[in-house]
Nanobody, 114 residues
Framework: QVHLVESGGGLVQAGGSLRLSCAAS????????MGWYRQAPGKPRELVVI???????NYADSVKGRFTISRDSAKNTVYLQMSSLKPDDTAIYYC????????WGQGTQVTVSS
């Protein structure tokens, strides 16, 4: 059974930064891709960024230039560095991984105050 555990969320002022972590219970290269989604209150879940096992990335237009995904294979962890945060970035952020099926973490709350 695969487990994904997110951490690093919190409250930050607009313009600030946060780094989210997603620790996987096994090698992250067992997955075809990993990524981050987010869901704001009253809105559908939306894709933030995907990183493939080959290292290709795809960012949502709303976060390009502000968010960066990275990974540490030794720690089986994927990171999301978020900078220049805006109140619109407020959401629960979910880590996900795609392999034989898709896996989801429990989510971590990010709140950006104006």
């Amino acid at each position: 059974q695969v487990h994904l555990v997110e951490s690093g969320g919190g409250l930050v002022q607009a313009g600030g930064s946060l780094r989210l972590s997603c620790a996987a219970s096994g090698s992250i290269f067992n997955f075809n891709a990993m990524g981050w989604y987010r869901q704001a209150p009253g809105k559908p879940r939306e894709l933030v960024v995907i990183i493939t096992s080959g290292g290709s990335t795809n960012y949502a237009d709303s976060v390009k230039g502000r968010f960066t995904i990275s990974r540490d294979s030794a720690k089986n962890t994927v990171y999301l560095q978020m900078s220049s945060l805006k109140p619109d970035d407020t959401a629960i952020y979910y880590c996900t991984a795609w392999g034989s099926r898709d896996y989801w973490g429990q989510g971590t709350q990010v709140t950006v105050s104006s």
